[in-house]
């Protein structure tokens, strides 16, 4: 049984790629049970390779409690979910360069981290609910950071790490090679919420402000691997900051994606010196018209 057969077999509503917009290739789109139930927004993304959901809204759930909290049946479920199988004989597996390793100091956010946040804009409790989003106060390394962990196919396989000190130091530090299960810059920030247009940004925390659907490249130079994972989206929108430099990169990203079917934007935001200090307005337009 795949996972469409099991999607029948409860008759839960779903929707595939080209049948809604929020619904791309290898997703499934169903309503969302927890945030937005019989909507017929289907943000509820079903991997159909893997079977990890993942919400716009609402972060991240298991395939077992997404659809018990849509047919409220534990014992149907149980047994669909033994019968299901997953098809990955087509998935190309990614080099596996170390192991995970998760710096010392790691855990709740502390009054500090959530002052740094409330300051840019976010909400702490969605960040932390939505990306997973800890802090690291004192440590051996890393001192007074937010831990940004990556995920892909709802595995984390790598992290960074944002200063919430005053700016001057390094902004961003990233897991070493040996510190990743899968190099950083050979996937894409917020991957697993993506669907069928993806709006490209430099950094996380402009991800956060643009919310899911939106990705990040880990800083200004993409990956021959990063270039490749999104040509793969039809609709491809270049967001990166408002300097001069990041305008040429933005450019030059555009013309390597242009061969690729599909169509690829360019747009600067006119509030902010980048998208995660853009006004909300700007930023509702973007998603409006884009995603």
């Not at 740094?116 to 950071?145: C, H, K, M």
């Not at 919430?164 to 040996?178: Q, T």
């Not at 270049?238 to 990041?246: G, I, K, Y």
Request: glycine share 10%.
């Amino acid at each position: 049984m795949n996972l469409i057969q099991a999607l029948d077999e409860l008759k839960i509503s779903y929707k595939k790629a080209g049948e809604h917009r929020h619904v791309r290739g290898e997703f499934v789109g169903v309503d969302c049970p927890f945030c937005s139930p019989s909507s017929e927004k289907y943000h509820l993304g079903i991997s159909v390779q893997w079977g990890n959901c993942s919400c716009w809204k609402c972060g991240r759930h298991t395939l077992y409690d997404s659809l018990v909290a849509t047919v409220h049946n534990r014992s149907i479920v149980g047994d669909v979910l033994r019968r299901l199988k997953y098809d990955r004989s087509a998935i190309k597996q990614k080099k596996v360069e170390g192991s995970l390793v998760v710096p010392k100091g790691v855990g709740e956010m502390t009054e500090a981290h959530i002052a740094y946040l409330q300051r840019r804009g976010f909400s702490a409790p969605v960040i932390a609910s939505l990306w997973d989003i800890q802090g690291i106060g004192i440590a051996p390394r890393l001192q007074w950071r937010l831990f940004i962990p990556i995920y892909l196919h709802g595995r984390q396989v790598s992290w960074t790490t944002r200063s919430i000190g005053k700016e001057g130091g390094r902004r961003y530090i990233n897991a070493g090679p040996l510190e990743e299960s899968v190099a950083a810059k050979g996937i894409l920030y917020g991957q697993d919420y993506l669907r069928s247009s993806v709006i490209v940004h430099e950094g996380p925390t402009d991800v956060w402000r643009t919310g899911p659907g939106s990705t990040a490249l880990f800083g200004l130079n993409y990956s021959q691997a990063q270039l490749e994972a999104l040509s793969g989206y039809p609709l491809r929108v270049v967001c990166l900051d408002n300097t001069d430099e990041a305008q040429s990169v933005a450019k030059g990203l555009c013309r390597d994606l242009a061969p690729f079917p599909g169509e690829t934007i360019q747009v600067r935001l006119e509030s902010g010196e980048d998208p995660g200090s853009a006004d909300d307005q700007e930023i509702e337009e973007l998603r409006e018209q884009f995603l």
